[in-house]
């Protein structure tokens, strides 16, 4: 992410549970680097007979009035099987960030290790965002992570979310976990030091 905040339209995805094997079906697991995985991003459910030159014209990904880097989706987002190829789909897809009302943990973990930001908030503030986009296609949301809130901006509406001290600094930094090492060193050669 790399950034303090942002401002976006979104894509709601009012749907529950969706599993890993809907966010990118294993068929499509056979590739072990992160890119080409957005094209595939809830293959099943956006094309017919899994042919790409028919889109299913209701599904949400396949309507030009929703666009945006933040999906918003309904409770129970991410859980099933464990496939960091999940989150690899939807920030290749050009997502910055997921919001939902509840994270399955191991999703959670995959999206914050691949720079994807999970902002989990109440079911009632959910239902705000997907109302205001509702209302409008357009409604853009905000994510501040240095202060840790989200806010609704056609109604000024704010929510605060939590997220890990560490993986905020990495996110925040743009670190993965060596980068966070690399940034530390003068701390751990003076530990080291202390310690000899």
């Known amino acids: ?8 339209t979104v894509v709601p995805l ?27 991003l809830f293959r099943d459910w956006r094309y017919s007979n899994d042919d790409e030159k028919q889109p299913k014209p209701d599904f949400v990904l396949n309507e030009p009035a ?13 859980c099933g099987s ?3 190829h999940a989150a690899w789909a939807i920030k290749d897809a050009g997502f910055d960030v997921v919001v939902s009302s ?3 943990d ?7 290790n691949n720079f994807l930001l999970p902002v989990q908030v109440s079911e009632d503030f959910l239902k705000k965002i997907f109302e205001a986009v509702q209302r409008d296609a357009k409604a853009e949301v905000e994510i501040n992570l240095e202060e840790q809130n989200i806010k609704i901006i056609p109604t000024g509406e704010q929510e605060a979310f939590e ?15 060596i980068d966070y090492l ?13 310690y000899e």
């Open 106 to 112: 191991i999703f959670k973990n995959n999206a914050l």
């Open 14 to 40: 009012n749907i529950e549970n969706v599993d890993t094997d809907q966010i990118i079906p294993a068929r499509f697991l056979k590739a072990t680097s992160r890119e080409g995985f957005g094209k595939n």
């Open 82 to 84: 464990s496939r960091e």
């Open 163 to 177: 997220i890990n001290a560490y993986k905020k600094t990495c996110l925040l930094n743009g670190y993965d976990d």
């Open 66 to 78: 929703y666009s945006g880097r933040i999906l918003v989706a309904a409770k129970n987002f991410g």
């Open 102 to 104: 509840f994270f399955a």
């Open 182 to 194: 690399l940034s530390i060193k003068p701390e751990i050669e003076e530990f080291e030091h202390h």
């Open 1 to 8: 992410m790399g950034t303090v905040g942002f401002r976006s």
